[in-house]
């Protein structure tokens, strides 16, 4: 199955947000901004697509800070979950995947940068 936001009959606005919270592997307590929103977001309906999360520490940021900007609502959908490191409670609407707690890169996921073009998803085999 695949899902296409064109196939949305909704009047729909598309922002991004870059935000990094890994080195190598290993996630990290600093969360750097790269990328910040630009639009109005008050007293609209939002809906964070993200594509992977593990502890939680960043999502936990991006809600924190949107939720700033007076939304009307705020819901989470993610790609991939890794249920056994996830601290956080932060209700995620919708989930595609659990997965354990292992690396992984493709499908836009990188490591350093590199692997996001992959087709699949692929684990990181210990270093």
């Given amino acids: 199955m695949e899902f296409s936001l064109k196939g ?3 009047p729909v606005e598309i ?3 870059k935000i990094s919270s890994y080195q190598g592997t290993t996630s990290t ?3 750097k901004e790269l990328i910040g929103l630009k639009e109005n977001i008050k007293d609209k309906d939002i809906i964070i ?3 992977i999360i593990d502890t939680g520490e960043t999502i936990t940021h991006v809600v924190k800070k949107l939720q700033e900007l007076e939304p009307r609502s705020l819901e989470i959908a993610t790609l991939l979950l ?3 490191v996830f601290n956080k409670n932060i209700p995620l609407k919708y989930v595609g995947f659990n997965i354990p707690h292992k690396f992984v890169i493709g499908y836009g996921l990188d490591y350093n940068g590199q692997g996001r073009n992959l087709k699949d998803i692929y684990q990181i085999k210990e270093l």
Avoid: G
């Fill in 8 to 10: 949305i009959a909704l």
């Fill in 15 to 17: 922002s991004f947000i």
């Fill in 29 to 31: 307590d600093n969360i």
């Fill in 49 to 51: 697509i993200e594509d």
């Fill in 82 to 84: 890794k249920p056994e």
